[in-house]
């Protein structure tokens, strides 16, 4: 196991970012989804994260970007097959992530069957905090998540309100894809989901505990 000093920067070193589709049943349904009875997972490549200080690019081929707010689940101690009941012994930490969403191309890529990965894991499409440390946060699954864009409130949201708890997830996706430390699992986002547009600010939180600004601008081609 890495030093804590390592852990608390995992963006520069974590090989996966793993996703969860559709985790709060309100978001499924305002994007007129069935919610999941198994989780729907995607990945993003390490090359998504972007940190404060610089921008979230919209992609030349992206008009409609969406902001989903999250809570990341860092992983300290890798395995496979992890029980849930010793699911949290796993978890290293946390830190508040954006799955910043292409929802032009998801929308067409689901219409032609085809993977999320143009919507989902370019450049700059996971915006991460701080590390905070597994201490600081006591119930994960009991924790207010927000998201501001120009001052104004568009998502809220509470973790007990997820479908597949922290503990679930880790256990289904360890059975499929091995996790490993520095490893990254995005738990959802709550309703509340919106475009943005060039030169727009983005202010999301996790309680009081961290939170983050991020610009965005327009990837030139």
């Known amino acids: 196991m ?11 070193w974590g090989k996966k970012i793993i996703c969860v589709g559709r985790n709060y049943a309100d978001h499924a349904k305002e994007l007129k989804n069935p919610v999941p009875t198994e989780p729907v997972l995607f990945l993003k490549p390490p090359s998504a994260y972007v940190r404060e200080g610089s921008p979230v690019m919209m992609p030349y ?3 409609n970007l969406h902001h989903e707010v999250e809570l990341g689940v860092v992983i300290g101690k890798g395995g496979t097959a992890i029980p849930q009941v010793s699911a949290m012994e796993h978890v290293g930490g ?10 032009d191309i998801q929308d067409e890529c689901k219409k032609k069957g085809l993977p999320w990965t143009l919507a989902k894991a370019f450049n700059t499409s996971c915006p991460v905090s701080d590390f905070v440390p597994k201490e600081k946060i006591v119930d994960p699954q009991n924790l207010r998540l927000w998201l501001k864009v120009n001052d104004k409130l568009r998502q809220e949201g509470n973790t007990g309100s997820m479908v597949f708890s922290v503990p679930y997830l880790i256990s289904y996706i360890s059975e499929i894809i091995s996790l490993e430390e520095g490893d990254i699992i995005l738990t959802g986002t709550p309703e509340g989901v919106a475009a943005v547009q060039e030169y727009d600010e983005l202010h999301a939180g996790l309680e009081d505990i961290v939170s983050m600004k991020f ?7």
């Open 2 to 12: 890495a030093s804590q000093r390592s852990l608390q920067r995992f963006w520069e």
């Open 61 to 63: 081929y992206c008009h």
């Open 94 to 103: 946390y830190a508040l992530c954006l799955d910043m969403t292409a929802r």
């Open 215 to 221: 610009k965005v601008e327009r990837q030139t081609h």
